[in-house]
């Protein structure tokens, strides 16, 4: 597979949501948050629809399938529940994700590993209605070739290993979980893989993750949202965007 100079940005929007669900109410609009992200350069929009509906609600779903004109990324778990809702509306994509309800966010990457029949019945129908399927996992070999397996098109590399270590100025760690990053993309797309990665990216970060050239998406949501608070939405992708842009370009 070759690679390609275009990286693309997927806008995850759902702490728009958790500021809304904060007060109730109405604001502010997660889909008037898409519109600036498409205005602003962003390729796609990601949500997440979890469990307890902390953040990203069904009628934001209903909302954004209805409003956008980029492809929508639906982030869920592996539940009948979520396979269903994902089914009636049928995004451009669906990301398999790990998720308990205790955690904050999405603490690690998905047990392909351990999962793998249950996880090759559960993506095979998201296919078959033509959602683009992938697996959101650890920079591992073995949960690399477990999405391989069960016939995952795109694996999204958890970045949030990485993120932590640059920013606790961990710079043995750092180094090591780059190096990691940067082989297991390489690994995956040997096999034939489409490669995103996400989780924790910042402006400070984003450059070495941005500069590999297996990489064809990165997803970013929480900082984004961050620095909308005091740049707004569209000047805070356009930076984003522009490093993004100039680590490929090296």
């Known amino acids: 597979m070759m690679t390609s100079s275009n990286l693309r940005l997927g806008v995850n929007i759902d702490h728009v949501a958790t500021v809304r669900n904060a007060r109730g109410g109405m604001t502010p609009d997660p889909v008037r948050a898409a519109k600036l992200a498409e205005q602003a350069g962003a390729d796609g929009i990601t949500a997440h629809l979890r469990e307890d509906r902390r953040h990203i609600s069904d009628a934001d779903i209903e909302a954004l399938m209805d ?13 009948d529940e979520m396979q269903a809702i994902a089914l009636r509306h049928k995004p451009h994509a669906v990301c398999i994700v790990p998720e308990k309800r205790e955690e904050r966010t999405t ?9 793998e029949n249950k996880l090759a019945h559960f993506i095979a129908p998201l296919a078959e209605a033509g959602c683009r399927v992938s697996i959101f996992i650890a920079a591992d070999q073995r949960q690399i070739e477990a999405a391989h397996r069960i016939g995952a098109p795109v694996i999204e590399l958890h970045t949030g ?77 356009h930076e984003m965007r522009r490093i993004m842009d100039a680590a490929r370009a090296q």
Do not use: K, W
Request: proline letters at 3%; hydrophobic letters at 45%.
């Open 107 to 115: 603490e690690g990457g998905l047990e392909v590993a351990r999962e």
């Open 161 to 237: 290993a990485y993120c932590d270590a640059f920013a606790e100025n961990r710079t043995e760690d750092c180094a090591a979980e780059l190096t990691r990053l940067t082989e297991m993309a390489a690994f995956a797309q040997d096999l034939g893989l489409e490669v995103h990665a996400g989780h924790g990216l910042t402006y400070d970060c984003v450059t070495p993750i941005a500069a590999l050239p297996q990489i064809q998406e990165l997803n970013i949501g929480h900082f984004l949202i961050g620095e909308a608070i005091f740049l707004g939405l569209q000047s805070a992708i």
């Open 67 to 79: 409003a956008l004109t980029l492809p929508l990324n639906f982030e869920m778990a592996a539940t």
